[in-house]
């Protein structure tokens, strides 16, 4: 009898045992010393729950909204590339549970399923995520490409001008497909449902890009063209150009300092952006940079409500996304956990990591005292083991023009926010139930 699925590592110890080594060690696996994917996950532990009794805990609802579309659960797939290496067809399959759970889709640039593919296999618009290259005619027809199959948001990427080094890949000598050399036929061989899968499928590349590039029929080194090709020349005047091809909503993506968002921020102002992501791309670029939940609160007190704030990275439970929400953001994205779910059992594994997710962050949520995922704030949370956007290093290394933003501080000052006096009970004015 199959062991049941109880928590996301369920899902990736069994995604380790099927998907081929080069494929699963690049989904898993940060920039040089890892330390910052590392502490995506360990610094999400550090935050404490406030657990509320003899409330009401009937009707409880997990429906929110993201960039203005109605979601089952503040939930979003994140974009990863290579996913139809985890599992034949990865992309189509992880649209497809999405679409069934009512949650967000977002397509990476650097699939192996192409925008049409996806199209084709799914009835619910979905997201598309896109980085910028130096062949500028490319990157209109790519967006034109996603308006065409009713995308119903553009992700912009913008933390991957450069790739940071994963050492894992140089190791493994990451190609796709892989290379038929001596230590991965090995390891193929201990792969046989991977293998049977992709025997299959005729999507073994990068299916927006191959045959659609100019001059480009074979794309097997993801680093080698990516070095080529992404242009590190881009700039916020870029966004305007991108903004005016879609027309649509725009997401700006890798987002990680006040500062930057403060960008993001006036670019919602002028009509041109509609949410940010605070992500440091799973640990994945800049190793020894901050964690995406130490970030966010200064996130949020830097741009207020002028921009939607979206977070991405470490979100292994329903536990982590109830503690994103309660520090401002509106939604998060996961990316290892729906892989470790496709690498497992396909589709149905996708579905499960949803499942799991889902069902810890209402169990949470209720044992919390609330009722209504959209009234999760930070009174959640016991005092003194979050993040603080006020603390005198975050605040004075803002620019005098961001201090004045955070609460407990009044327009264009430069006095400290306010602390909390002791015996503060954040949940005193919580009406029953919630």
């Known amino acids: 009898m199959p062991k049941p699925i109880t928590c996301i590592e369920d899902l990736r110890l069994l995604a380790r045992r099927r998907v081929p080594r080069m494929f699963y060690d690049y989904a898993d696996s940060g920039a040089w010393t890892e330390s910052t994917y590392r502490a995506n996950e360990a610094d999400f532990t550090r935050i404490k729950l406030r657990q509320r009794v003899a409330v009401d805990m009937t009707d409880r609802s997990l429906g929110s909204t993201m960039v203005g579309q109605k979601v089952a659960l503040p939930i979003a797939l994140a974009p990863t590339g290579l996913?139809?290496?985890?599992?034949?067809?990865?992309?189509?399959?992880?649209?497809?549970?999405?679409?069934?759970?009512?949650?967000?889709?977002?397509?990476s640039t650097m699939s192996i399923c192409s925008i049409e593919d996806v199209a084709a296999h799914t009835t619910a618009p979905f997201w598309f995520q896109l980085y910028v290259m130096r062949d500028r005619d490319f990157i209109g027809k790519l967006i034109d490409r996603a308006k065409a199959a009713r995308c119903s948001a553009l992700v912009l990427t913008l933390d991957l001008q450069i790739l940071?080094?994963?050492?894992?890949?140089?190791?493994?000598?990451?190609?796709?497909?892989?290379?038929?050399?001596?230590?991965?036929?090995?390891?193929?061989?201990?792969?046989?449902?991977?293998?049977?899968?992709m025997l299959g499928t005729k999507r073994r590349s990068f299916g927006n890009i191959v045959g659609h590039a100019a001059n480009v029929s074979n794309v097997s080194s993801l680093s080698a063209w990516t070095a080529e090709q992404f242009d590190?020349?881009?700039?916020?005047?870029?966004?305007?150009?991108?903004?005016?091809?879609?027309?649509?909503?725009?997401?700006?993506?890798?987002?990680?300092?006040?500062?930057?968002?403060?960008?993001?921020?006036?670019?919602?102002?002028?009509?041109?952006?509609?949410?940010?992501?605070?992500?440091?791309?799973?640990?994945?670029?800049?190793?020894?940079?901050?964690?995406?939940?130490?970030?966010?609160?200064?996130?949020?007190?830097?741009?207020?409500?002028?921009?939607?704030?979206?977070?991405?990275?470490g979100i292994r439970s329903g536990q982590d996304v109830i503690k994103?929400?309660?520090?401002?953001?509106?939604?998060?994205?996961?990316?290892?956990?729906?892989?470790?779910?496709?690498?497992?059992?396909?589709?149905?594994?996708?579905?499960?990591?949803?499942?799991?997710?889902?069902?810890?962050?209402?169990?949470?949520?209720?044992?919390?005292?609330?009722?209504?995922?959209?009234?999760?704030?930070?009174?959640?949370?016991?005092?003194?083991?979050?993040?603080?956007?006020?603390?005198?290093?975050?605040?004075?290394?803002?620019?005098?023009?961001?201090?004045?933003?955070?609460?407990?501080?009044?327009?264009?000052?430069?006095?400290?926010?306010?602390?909390?006096?002791?015996?503060?009970?954040?949940?005193?004015?919580?009406?029953?139930?919630?």
């Open 83 to 107: 996913t139809g290496m985890q599992h034949a067809d990865g992309e189509i399959l992880a649209a497809r549970a999405a679409e069934k759970a009512g949650v967000p889709f977002t397509l």
């Open 164 to 197: 940071g080094q994963r050492h894992k890949d140089v190791v493994n000598g990451l190609s796709t497909p892989p290379k038929p050399t001596f230590a991965n036929l090995v390891n193929l061989a201990t792969k046989p449902r991977w293998c049977l899968g």
């Open 232 to 313: 590190p020349k881009l700039s916020w005047d870029d966004v305007r150009w991108i903004k005016d091809r879609w027309g649509g909503k725009l997401i700006i993506k890798g987002i990680l300092d006040p500062e930057d968002a403060e960008q993001a921020a006036r670019l919602a102002d002028s009509g041109i952006a509609d949410a940010l992501v605070v992500s440091n791309h799973g640990g994945r670029q800049l190793d020894g940079a901050v964690s995406s939940i130490e970030a966010l609160p200064a996130i949020v007190a830097a741009v207020g409500d002028r921009i939607e704030v979206l977070m991405d990275g």
């Open 324 to 434: 994103a929400l309660a520090l401002g953001a509106r939604g998060v994205f996961i990316g290892r956990a729906f892989l470790y779910g496709l690498g497992a059992l396909g589709e149905a594994g996708v579905t499960a990591c949803i499942d799991v997710l889902r069902k810890e962050l209402d169990v949470t949520m209720a044992l919390c005292g609330l009722r209504d995922v959209t009234r999760v704030d930070r009174r959640i949370l016991v005092e003194g083991t979050y993040p603080q956007a006020a603390s005198a290093a975050a605040f004075e290394s803002l620019p005098a023009s961001l201090q004045g933003s955070l609460p407990g501080s009044s327009p264009g000052s430069t006095q400290r926010p306010a602390q909390r006096t002791p015996g503060y009970d954040p949940l005193a004015a919580l009406p029953a139930g919630h």
